[in-house]
């Protein structure tokens, strides 16, 4: 599913992540290591916005050489996201589906089933930190996505919320086999997300433990 060819990055000459040559077949992974390993940084680079030396591909579309293609296979959602302040819930839901493709419907009931439909028209300027986060969340879920990166989605939501992110990623991952890599501080429950899988930065290296 997900294919390193010689990555590395690095910060002002500091190598940050090394990855050789590694396959990461489809399915539900844990990103775990400690602070200041790369976990976010890994995931960014996968998401094609932030620079780095080799290449990256999702099947046979490699971020370097098809970079349209590419992103519209990936979806990403920040551990702290942010907007613009002046746009509405409804406006960026509009921009990013045109970006990554219209499903009818789809949008009207991710808002509803994560219980932003109440605030979903006013200015983001007024969402709490914890609004943001659905809203990052329904983006990341929008269009037909490949793989969608979750940095810290645990963060912020309430449990209600948390249950329905657990389903969104069993159905996605079940129904159209959509591939997750999550990024988390906080324990992942793999009673409800099935098959969970652990990938451990370390020593700037990926370790699959499975």
Do not use: C
């Amino acid at each position: 599913m997900l294919h390193f060819n010689q990555f590395e990055k690095s910060y002002f000459d500091h190598l940050v992540l090394k990855i050789d040559n590694i396959k990461i077949p489809e399915g539900i992974f844990w990103i775990k290591g400690n602070n200041g390993t790369g976990k976010s940084t890994l995931l960014k680079a996968i998401a094609g916005i932030l620079s780095f030396k080799g290449d990256i591909a999702i099947g046979t579309v490699y971020l370097k050489n098809h970079g349209v293609s590419y992103r519209k296979l990936v979806s990403f959602a920040a551990a702290e996201p942010v907007f613009p302040e002046f746009l509405s819930g409804t406006e960026m839901i509009s921009l990013f589906t045109k970006a990554k493709g219209l499903i009818p419907g789809q949008a009207e009931i991710l808002v509803n089933e994560i219980g932003m439909k109440a605030y979903i028209n006013n200015p983001l300027g007024s969402y709490s930190s914890g609004m943001l986060k659905k809203l990052s969340l329904v983006l990341a879920f929008l269009g037909q996505p490949k793989l969608i990166l979750l940095d810290e989605p645990l963060n912020t939501i309430d449990a209600e919320s948390l249950e329905v992110l657990y389903r969104w990623i069993n159905e996605k991952h079940a129904n159209e086999k959509i591939s997750f890599l999550l990024s988390s501080h906080q324990p992942l429950d793999g009673l409800k997300l099935p098959g969970l899988k652990q990938i451990i930065i370390e020593d700037k290296k990926l370790n699959l433990n499975f």
